[in-house]
């Protein structure tokens, strides 16, 4: 087994600590296998599934690089057939869309957006298989 040292927001760790509770796990370790296993099964179980996704990501509203780097991103993977929506909450822009595709892209999608440089956050959640 392998070790890694991982940095959480303290409300994260608090969540987490919350469903370790709830669930019973050992500790925080058991609970991120746990986690990580679940979600590389769903995501072999879905990978060639259609799906509707709601895709979000959250910038710094001075980041202009990040926020036309994140619209490229979406508007090449739709083709430039798609409406982008935002809204600008203090300091931050939220950026959203949703999409339909195969889930395996859709993810793939949400994964090159949350890896833009000044990307703060985002989400990604399947709505809806088809």
Known sequence: MERI???????LLEKLDDIIDKRHYTSRSAALC???????????????????????????SQKEGAL???????????DNNCQIGEFLSGKSLCIYFFAQGRA???????????AVKG???GSFSILEYF
Do not use: W
């Not at 040292?5 to 409300?11: A, D, M, N, S, W």
């Not at 395996?104 to 949350?114: A, N, W």
């Open 119 to 121: 990307v703060r956050g």
């Open 5 to 11: 040292t991982i940095c959480l927001e303290k409300e």
């Open 104 to 114: 395996d892209r859709l993810e793939e999608l949400s994964d090159r957006i949350r």
């Open 68 to 78: 036309s780097e994140v619209r490229k991103i979406v508007r090449n993977f739709f």
């Open 34 to 60: 746990e986690f990580l296993r679940r979600a590389s099964m769903n995501r072999k179980l879905n990978a060639d599934k259609k799906g509707l996704a709601l895709i979000s990501a959250v910038v710094p």
